[in-house]
């Protein structure tokens, strides 16, 4: 059994997960519940991700461009070999890189504003002096003039968090183990100071 | 390691039980990653040797932490907007803030998303309602997070265009996506850049905090 992942595994699962993913989301709004923006953001997620597949990897690529064929002064054919230009395109992703960047968007989406969300209470818990339990975060508005908070964090909101994205970062941490590229680091454990 | 045959189920499921939380969504990340990158320039002045506390507008100990996730006047009054101070013994004491305006060369302002500034300039600022100036700056870094690494040129080529005007030194560009056109442009006009950095990178967090850690270096050295 091959350590990595095939080219048409890979494939598979990209189809797969795109196909249940986009089935899945609509299924689970919640009636009533005025929270479709965020229940709609793993597809945003994923369009995005894949408008920067589909565009494929830029690559500079040394080729020959004729000067020109017709001499002006002359009217003869030009006998230049033409001169050496670096010009700038795309080269597709394999299966495999592509699956390799979404599991890396979908991590960085939905699994390191935890990481961040620890490491951020860690360090106002050791620099202010209060016990992790104790800390309040706020985020204000774009508009700083609205007073209430457009996120607010506290030991229980992130525990919970925590909890929540655990089962995704052990998912996506086994399929980034098996791209064959650089492992991403999912630990969601508490930050210790 | 070989996958799963049910791991896109898995996976759909994980990312289907995520939103009853207010850290999964896309702005949660955003928000969270100017004082994610904040938090590794305490570290840095902390491991080169200063003392660290946090400070409302008013000098005091916070009661709870705000932050910015637009950025506004260093002397806002809208909410009591944390910072850092970073004390090295026989310097100058700095301040370290989320999201604050400094002015450039050009008298115009700019955006800071991680600014290291010293405190004398700062407390002049808060008590009359300026944008500390760019040559107070020690330390200033453009954090950018985003998912579809082909935007990130466009920011590369805006910070080109910033650092003329804050002028050059400690100007740091870090985003979370590694971009080769990003790091193209940052290569050749010689700038400091870090790109993928997250969590998830933690190779990548050690080589930024280093390269605060010699931009605290250097300052130190000024007043040895």
């Known amino acids: 059994m091959a350590d990595t992942i095939s080219e048409i595994e890979a494939q598979e699962l990209l189809v797969k997960l795109d196909m249940e993913l986009r089935k899945a989301i609509p299924d689970h709004l919640p009636l009533g519940v005025d929270l479709v923006p965020d229940w709609a953001e793993p597809l945003t997620v994923l369009d995005l991700i894949q408008a920067e597949i589909a565009e494929g990897r830029p690559v500079v690529r040394k080729v020959r461009v004729a000067d020109g064929d017709i001499d002006r002064l002359t009217g003869t054919q030009r006998t230049s070999q033409g001169s050496s230009a670096e010009l700038t395109g795309s080269q597709p992703y394999t299966a495999v890189e592509a699956l390799a960047l979404t599991t890396e968007a979908l991590a960085l989406v939905f699994v390191s504003p935890v990481q961040m969300a620890s490491r951020l209470m860690s360090t106002l818990s050791k620099f202010g002096a209060v016990e992790a339990d104790n800390i309040s975060v706020s985020f204000a508005a774009k508009k700083e003039q609205m007073p209430s908070p457009v996120l607010e964090l506290d030991a229980l909101t992130v525990d919970i968090a925590r909890v929540t994205a655990e089962p995704l970062a052990n998912e996506l941490k086994k399929l980034s183990g098996s791209l064959g590229a650089v492992t991403l680091d999912l630990s969601i454990r508490p930050e210790k100071n | ?224």
């Open chain 2, 1 to 224: 390691m070989p996958i799963e045959d049910d791991m896109h189920t898995k996976i759909v499921d994980a990312i289907c039980n995520l939103p009853v939380t207010n850290l999964s969504t896309l702005s949660a990340g955003e928000d969270l990653y100017e004082p994610y990158v904040w938090a590794l320039v305490l570290e840095a002045a902390e491991r080169m040797g200063a003392v660290i506390s946090l400070r409302d507008r008013n000098g005091g100990a916070p009661g709870s932490f705000w932050f910015r996730t637009q950025p506004s006047g260093i002397a806002s009054v809208a909410h009591p907007y944390c910072h850092a101070l970073i004390e090295f013994e026989g310097c100058p004491a700095l301040e370290a803030h989320v999201g604050i305006y400094v002015s450039g060369r050009s008298k115009v302002r700019h955006e800071c998303d991680v600014a290291v500034l010293f405190k004398s300039e700062a407390d002049a600022c808060r008590d009359n309602n300026t944008h500390p100036r760019c040559s107070k700056a020690i330390l200033t870094v453009e954090c950018k997070f985003y998912v579809n690494a082909t935007v990130g040129v466009g920011h590369g080529r805006s910070f080109l265009g910033l650092i003329n005007d804050i002028q050059n030194g400690e100007r740091y560009f870090v985003a979370t996506r590694a971009s080769s056109s990003v790091s193209k442009l940052f290569a050749k006009h010689n700038k400091e850049y870090e790109l993928g950095l997250s969590p998830m990178s933690p190779d990548l967090e050690t080589r930024l905090r280093g390269s605060f850690e010699k931009a605290f270096r250097d300052f130190k050295s000024e007043f040895a």
